[in-house]
C-alpha cells in the first residue's frame, strides 16, 4: 500500500489490534460528564485495541493557563484516567509536552495546512476571534493532527465537538501523501453515538460542564456521597412526576434516566419499567447512589494515588519513553520525505 516511502517493521502492526490514539485537556476538576462521556469509552475499549493516550498540555496553553494550575491539573488528570482504569499494562498514557516529536510535527504540518481550512473550524469560530486570541488557538487543530499522525494512529475516539478536528487531520494527512509520498497513515474518528451526553442538572438543556458558575449543575469526581445526594435532590425536573424518557418535553428527568442508565449499563427502557410507579423524590435518591456507587471504586484508588504521586509521574515517564520510538520514527520518515535536513 505505502509504496513511495516504506513503513518500517515496527509500523506494520504488530498485532491485528487496531491502533487507538485519543487526548484530554487537563483543564481542572473532571465531572461525570468527562467521565461517562469520554474516558468510560477509552476504559471499556482497552482490550480491543492497541491504545496511546495523552494529556495534552500543549493544548492547554492556546489560552492563559496558571502555570501552578497547570501542573496541577496535569497530575489530577492523570490521576483520574488510572483510577477510572485505564491500565498501563494495556495501554500507554503519556503527556504531550514530554515528547517534543509533537511540537516538531505540528509546524511541518502547519506547512501542509491552509489557512482557510482553519478559518473554517468551528471550535475556532466559537472561541477564538477577540483581540487577545492566541495563534496557538488558531492552530491547535494541526497540533492535534501531529498528535495523531506520529503513531500511525487508525482509529480516533472522540466526541461529537472534535470530528471536524479528525477530519482536518485526515485532510492535513491526505495532502502530505500526495505532495512527499505516502509517509501517514489517513486515520478516521470515532464517533460513540449513543449514551452518554451528560447534561447539567440545573439547566438541562445546556451540557454538563466544569465552566458553569453554579457547582450544583455538575458532580465532581471528587464529590463525597452527600454532596452528590444533595446536587441530585435539587436537580431540576418537571411537574407531571412520570418517569419516561423524552428529551424535547421532560429534559430533566430524560437526563438522569440517561446517567443511570450509562452507569448502571441498563437500558433507559427497563429503568422506565423499574420507575413506572415511583415518584420523582424516590427515583433522585436511587440516581444518586448509583453514581456513588460507580464512583466509590474510582474514588478509593484516587486516594491511593494523592498517597503516590511518585508512582504516577514513573507511569507517564515510561508511557512517554515507551511511545518514543514510534514518535522519533515517524517523524524522521516524514522530515525525509519532505526534504529536510542533509
Ligand atoms: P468546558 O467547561 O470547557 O465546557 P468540559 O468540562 O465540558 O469543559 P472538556 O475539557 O471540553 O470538558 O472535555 C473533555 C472531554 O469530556 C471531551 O472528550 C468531551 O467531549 C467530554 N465531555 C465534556 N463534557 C461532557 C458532557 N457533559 N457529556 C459528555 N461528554 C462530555
Ligand atoms: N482537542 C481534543 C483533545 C486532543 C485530541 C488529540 C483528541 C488533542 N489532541 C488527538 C484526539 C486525538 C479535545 O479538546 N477534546
Redo the contacts with the bound molecule.
Sequence with gaps: MFTNVPFPAIFVAMSNKKRVFSG??P?GDL?I??Y???IVNWVRGQDAHDNIFCIVDLHAITVPQDPKKLKANTMELAKVLLASGIDPKKSTLFVQSERPEHSEMGWILNCFTHMGELSRMTQFKEKGGKKETTVGLFDYPVLMAGDILLYDTEEVP??E??KQHVEIARDIAQRLNKRVGKVVVVPEPVIKKEG????SLTDPTK?????DQNENSYILLRDDAETIRKKFARAVTDSDNKIKFDKAKKPGISNLLNIMSVCTETPIIELEKKYADSNYGQFKTDVAECVIEMLKPIQAKLAEYDKNEDKVRKILADGAEAVAPRAKDTLQRVKKAVGLGL
Design positions: 484530554i485537556q483543564s465531572h460528564g468527562n461517562l462521556g469520554a472522540v466526541g465537538d472534535q452518554a451526553r451528560i447534561m451540557k454538563m460542564s466544569k465552566s
